[in-house]
């Protein structure tokens, strides 16, 4: 548990006062060292309770589906786009939005172009912004158990509530028990 809290005593403001304060703490010193178990906790949730994963297969998915569309309608008329990682690589500074100095030239590969920067911009940007969004908002999405935590605080200060609390008590009891046993017997005949 760690040591026992020291206390000093202070001078007292009356005579016959003890007054004990808490012993100063040594200073902690500065963490240099990130915390890796944090890091790879935060990464766990982050890919199995976020859409991270689905959108990212998807950007790549079409990452790749893109790069080779360029790649056959620019390789004969465009020099830059001479093999299938001259495209690739365009296409990913492309969603970036660092552009490239190199730029389709035929009608078609502009086509690609724009709809790729376009679909692309959203897919990365989104895959970040939906994650992120979606970890912060996940413990808001559960006031079942603020419900529960207010619920044993209250059964806690029992002797403390008055006739109304009680009551209020009692029928938010009910309720929360009521439906979680429909819930049980809705999925028990699926």
């Known amino acids: 548990m760690g040591e026992p809290e020291r206390l000093e005593q202070v001078k007292p403001i009356r005579p016959g006062d003890r007054v ?9 010193r500065l963490r240099l060292a990130p915390n890796i178990p944090g890091i790879l906790k935060f990464v766990k949730e982050i890919i199995t309770q976020t859409p991270f994963l689905p959108i990212l297969s998807v950007l790549v998915v079409l990452w790749l589906i893109f790069s080779a569309g360029i790649y056959f309608v620019e390789h004969e008329t465009n020099e ?3 093999s299938y990682g001259d495209a690739l690589l365009w296409s990913l500074t492309s969603i970036q939005t660092m552009g490239s100095p190199h730029s389709p030239i035929s009608s078609m590969g502009k086509v690609l172009h724009g709809v790729w920067i376009v679909v692309g911009t959203m897919l990365f940007w989104g895959a970040i912004i939906a994650s992120v969004t979606s970890y912060f908002m996940r413990p808001s999405q559960q006031p079942t158990k603020q419900i529960i935590a207010t619920l044993q605080y209250n059964l806690g200060i029992l002797d403390e509530l008055s006739d109304e609390e009680l009551e209020t008590l009692k ?17 028990n005949e699926d």
């Open 20 to 28: 004990l304060r808490r012993g100063r703490r040594p200073k902690r």
């Open 80 to 82: 830059y786009f001479s």
């Open 171 to 187: 029928a938010t009891t009910e309720g929360l028990i009521e439906t979680r046993l429909k819930q049980l017997r809705g999925s």
